[in-house]
C-alpha cells in the first residue's frame, strides 16, 4: 500500500473523527468499492440493495455510519488508481463534509449531487481535477478552486442568492461553464480568458426569472474566446460586441431590435425570446447566420429576412402550439444540402457482413466510423449548433428516403424525427452528446425480410453525405405488444 493509502486509514481510523466525515469516508469506501471489486475479483455490489440501504438512510435522523473494515482497506490500496468519483445520488443522505478528498490527488472528475456546506473546503487538493460538477443550496464562498487550476468544465447548481463567483477568474484553463444559478452572480467574475462556453440560467421558475437578470452584456465577465453563451434574461443586448467570437447563442431579451446582434461576424445559430420585439431587419446582417429562431407572441415581418444571403432554417413560435407558417421564406432559403451534401455521391462500395464476437477477424469486432462528432474542421470545429443541425438534417433525409420507397409504410418500419419543436429548440438544454448515427426498428418477420431494400436505400442517401454515418438497426420478429404502437408514425397521406 503507497503512502496516500497508509495515510487515509490513519486518518479514517482516528477515533476523533466527527459523524459527518465518517459519512464522507462511508460514500468513498461505497462509491471506490462499486468501481474496483469486479475486476479484484469480488462479488459486483447489488444495485437495487445499495439504493434501498441510501433511502433508508436518508430518512434516518439517528443514522450512525457502519463502515465494513476489510472494504475499507481495499479502498485505501486503490486511492492511487482513482480519478473520477461521483457521489450524491438520489435518495441519499446530504453531504457536508468532503475532507475525505485530500486522499484522491489524482482524482480528473467530480461529481457531487447534493453538497450542503457554505464553502468547499477540502476540494482544494485536487490539483489535477478536470471536470467538476456541483449542487449546493448553500456555498457562498468557492475560494477553495483557486487551487484546481486544471479544471476545464464546471457545471454548477446553486440556489444561494449571493455567492461569490470570483474566484473563476484565477482558473487559467476554465473552458466550459455551466451555472445554474442567478445571472447576476456572474458579475462577481472579472473575466474569464480561457471560456469558450457559457450557460447561465437561473434554477427559478419561468414566472420569476426577471428577478434573476442582469442589464446587459456589459455586467458579464470579460471573455474573449466565447463561441457557446445559452442565457438567462438578459435586459437589453448592449455589449454582446465585446463576445466577437460567438458561434452559437440562445437568450431571452426585452431588446426592442437585434442590432447588437450585427457585431457578430462569426454567428451561425441564435436563438431569441422576446415579448417585446419589433422588428427584424437587423439579423438579415449577420453574415454567416444560418439558423435563427424566434419565441414571442408578436408578429413579425419575415419578408426582410428574405435579404439575407446566408440563411437555411427559420423559426417563429408564438406560444408552445403556434408556429407560424414561414412557408414563403423557406422556399426562397438556399438547402442545408450545399454544406452537409457532396454534389457527387460516392460510389458504394460492396456490402460487408461483420460478425461480432468473430474469432477469425477480432479487430473487426467493433465500427471503426466514430460515432461522436471529431474535434477540428470535421466537427465543425466544436461548433454544437452546426453539429445539431446536421444531425437534425440527416435524419430528415434518411426519413425521407424511406417514406419515398414506401418502407415507412410496412407496419412494423419506424424511424422518429428529430424534434424540432419548440421545446426542443428553446428549453431542451445543452447542445451536446449527439452522434452521428441514427436506429430504425424493424418489428415482425414480414418486415425484417425487406432488410435487403431497406439498407440499399440507406445506403444511397449516405452516398451522398459530406460526413460518415452509421445506421442502427434493432430487429424484433415478435414483440412484445407494448412495442406494438404506431402512434408514431409521422407519413403523409
Same mark, same amino acid.
Request: with cysteine; proline share 6%.
Given at each position: 500500500?503507497?503512502?496516500v493509502?497508509?495515510? /487515509?486509514?490513519?486518518w479514517a481510523?482516528?477515533?476523533?473523527?466527527t459523524?459527518?466525515?465518517?459519512f464522507?469516508?462511508?460514500?468513498?469506501?461505497?462509491?471506490?468499492?462499486?468501481?474496483f471489486?469486479?475486476?479484484?475479483?469480488?462479488?459486483?455490489?447489488?444495485? !437495487?440493495?445499495?439504493?434501498?440501504i441510501?433511502?433508508?438512510r436518508s430518512?434516518?435522523p439517528?443514522?450512525?455510519?457502519q463502515?465494513?473494515?476489510?472494504?475499507?482497506?481495499?479502498?485505501a490500496?486503490?486511492?492511487?488508481e482513482?480519478?473520477?468519483?461521483a457521489?450524491g445520488?438520489v435518495?441519499?443522505?446530504?453531504?457536508?463534509?468532503?475532507?475525505f478528498? +485530500?486522499?484522491?490527488?489524482?482524482?480528473? !472528475?467530480?461529481?457531487?449531487?447534493v453538497?450542503?456546506?457554505?464553502?468547499?473546503?477540502g476540494?482544494?487538493h485536487?490539483?489535477?481535477?478536470?471536470?467538476?460538477?456541483?449542487?449546493?443550496?448553500?456555498?457562498?464562498?468557492?475560494?477553495a478552486? +483557486?487551487?484546481?487550476?486544471?479544471l476545464?468544465?464546471i457545471?454548477?447548481?446553486?440556489?444561494?442568492?449571493?455567492?461569490d463567483l470570483s474566484?473563476?477568474?484565477?482558473?487559467p484553463?476554465?473552458?466550459?461553464l455551466k451555472w445554474?444559478g442567478?445571472? !447576476?452572480?456572474l458579475?462577481?467574475?472579472?473575466?474569464?480568458p480561457?471560456?469558450?462556453?457559457?450557460?447561465a440560467?437561473?434554477?427559478?421558475?419561468y414566472?420569476?426569472?426577471?428577478t434573476?437578470s442582469?442589464?446587459?452584456?456589459h455586467?458579464?465577465?470579460e471573455?474573449?474566446?466565447?463561441?457557446?453563451?445559452?442565457?438567462?434574461w438578459?435586459?437589453?443586448l448592449d455589449?454582446?460586441e465585446r463576445?466577437?467570437?460567438?458561434?452559437?447563442?440562445m437568450?431571452?431579451?426585452?431588446?426592442?431590435?437585434?442590432?447588437?446582434?450585427s457585431?457578430?461576424?462569426q454567428l451561425?445559430?441564435?436563438r431569441?425570446s422576446?415579448p417585446?420585439?419589433?422588428g427584424? +431587419?437587423?439579423?438579415?446582417?449577420c453574415?454567416?447566420?444560418?439558423?435563427?429562431?424566434?419565441?414571442?407572441?408578436?408578429?413579425?415581418?419575415?419578408?426582410?429576412?428574405?435579404?439575407s444571403?446566408?440563411?437555411?432554417?427559420?423559426?417563429?413560435f408564438?406560444?408552445?402550439?403556434r408556429?407560424?407558417?414561414?412557408g414563403?421564406?423557406r422556399?426562397v432559403?438556399p438547402?442545408?444540402?450545399?454544406i452537409?451534401?457532396?454534389?457527387?455521391?460516392r460510389?458504394?462500395?460492396?456490402l460487408?457482413?461483420?460478425?461480432?464476437? !468473430? @474469432?477469425?477477424?477480432?479487430?473487426?469486432?467493433?465500427?471503426?466510423?466514430p460515432?461522436?462528432f471529431?474535434?477540428?474542421?470535421?466537427g465543425?470545429?466544436?461548433?454544437p449548433g452546426?453539429?445539431?443541425?446536421?444531425?437534425a438534417?440527416?435524419?430528415?433525409?434518411?426519413?425521407?428516403?424511406?417514406?419515398?420507397?414506401?418502407?415507412?409504410r410496412?407496419q412494423?418500419?419506424?424511424?422518429?424525427?428529430?424534434d424540432?419543436?419548440?421545446f426542443?429548440? /428553446?428549453?431542451?438544454?445543452?447542445?451536446?452528446?449527439?452522434?452521428?448515427?441514427?436506429?430504425? @426498428?424493424?418489428?415482425? @418477420?414480414?418486415?425484417?425480410?425487406?432488410?435487403?431494400?431497406i439498407?440499399?436505400?440507406?445506403?444511397?442517401?449516405?452516398?451522398?453525405?459530406?460526413?460518415?454515418?452509421?445506421?442502427?438497426?434493432?430487429?424484433d420478429?415478435e414483440?412484445d +405488444?407494448?412495442?406494438?404502437d404506431?402512434?408514431?408514425?409521422?407519413?403523409?397521406?
Amino acid at each position: 500500500m503507497d503512502t496516500v493509502g497508509d495515510a /487515509f486509514l490513519e486518518w479514517a481510523r482516528d477515533g476523533r473523527r466527527t459523524l459527518e466525515e465518517r459519512f464522507g469516508i462511508l460514500l468513498l469506501v461505497e462509491e471506490v468499492y462499486s468501481r474496483f471489486a469486479h475486476a479484484a475479483g469480488h462479488e459486483r455490489p447489488d444495485f !437495487s440493495r445499495q439504493r434501498n440501504i441510501r433511502k433508508a438512510r436518508s430518512e434516518n435522523p439517528a443514522f450512525q455510519p457502519q463502515i465494513v473494515g476489510w472494504q475499507l482497506v481495499f479502498t485505501a490500496a486503490k486511492l492511487g488508481e482513482v480519478t473520477e468519483l461521483a457521489f450524491g445520488r438520489v435518495e441519499d443522505r446530504v453531504l457536508r463534509d468532503i475532507s475525505f478528498l +485530500a486522499f484522491v490527488p489524482g482524482l480528473v !472528475s467530480l461529481q457531487l449531487g447534493v453538497l450542503e456546506r457554505e464553502d468547499l473546503e477540502g476540494i482544494q487538493h485536487l490539483v489535477a481535477l478536470r471536470k467538476l460538477n456541483l449542487t449546493c443550496g448553500e456555498v457562498e464562498n468557492y475560494g477553495a478552486l +483557486a487551487l484546481c487550476t486544471e479544471l476545464r468544465e464546471i457545471e454548477m447548481r446553486c440556489t444561494d442568492p449571493w455567492p461569490d463567483l470570483s474566484v473563476l477568474s484565477e482558473l487559467p484553463r476554465l473552458e466550459v461553464l455551466k451555472w445554474h444559478g442567478l445571472v !447576476s452572480a456572474l458579475e462577481s467574475i472579472p473575466a474569464l480568458p480561457a471560456l469558450r462556453y457559457l450557460r447561465a440560467g437561473s434554477v427559478a421558475s419561468y414566472e420569476t426569472h426577471l428577478t434573476s437578470s442582469v442589464r446587459n452584456f456589459h455586467s458579464l465577465p470579460e471573455m474573449p474566446l466565447l463561441e457557446h453563451f445559452q442565457g438567462g434574461w438578459i435586459y437589453r443586448l448592449d455589449g454582446v460586441e465585446r463576445y466577437p467570437a460567438l458561434r452559437f447563442m440562445m437568450v431571452t431579451t426585452y431588446s426592442r431590435n437585434l442590432a447588437p446582434l450585427s457585431a457578430l461576424k462569426q454567428l451561425t445559430h441564435l436563438r431569441v425570446s422576446n415579448p417585446r420585439l419589433e422588428g427584424l +431587419a437587423e439579423v438579415s446582417a449577420c453574415p454567416a447566420l444560418l439558423h435563427f429562431a424566434l419565441y414571442g407572441e408578436r408578429p413579425q415581418d419575415w419578408g426582410v429576412m428574405m435579404d439575407s444571403s446566408s440563411l437555411r432554417e427559420a423559426w417563429h413560435f408564438l406560444d408552445y402550439e403556434r408556429p407560424v407558417d414561414l412557408g414563403m421564406l423557406r422556399m426562397v432559403m438556399p438547402p442545408w444540402d450545399d454544406i452537409f451534401a457532396v454534389e457527387t455521391p460516392r460510389a458504394l462500395a460492396p456490402l460487408r457482413l461483420i460478425v461480432r464476437g !468473430s @474469432t477469425e477477424d477480432p479487430g473487426q469486432n467493433n465500427c471503426d466510423i466514430p460515432t461522436e462528432f471529431p474535434d477540428g474542421p470535421g466537427g465543425w470545429d466544436g461548433n454544437p449548433g452546426m453539429q445539431e443541425s446536421e444531425v437534425a438534417w440527416a435524419n430528415r433525409r434518411f426519413h425521407d428516403a424511406l417514406e419515398a420507397a414506401g418502407f415507412l409504410r410496412l407496419q412494423g418500419v419506424r424511424m422518429d424525427k428529430v424534434d424540432e419543436g419548440p421545446f426542443h429548440i /428553446f428549453r431542451n438544454g445543452d447542445v451536446a452528446g449527439l452522434r452521428r448515427m441514427v436506429s430504425i @426498428t424493424i418489428l415482425k @418477420t414480414e418486415a425484417i425480410s425487406r432488410i435487403p431494400g431497406i439498407v440499399a436505400c440507406l445506403r444511397e442517401s449516405m452516398a451522398g453525405m459530406l460526413h460518415r454515418w452509421q445506421i442502427y438497426f434493432m430487429c424484433d420478429p415478435e414483440p412484445d +405488444a407494448d412495442r406494438w404502437d404506431e402512434s408514431w408514425r409521422h407519413v403523409s397521406d
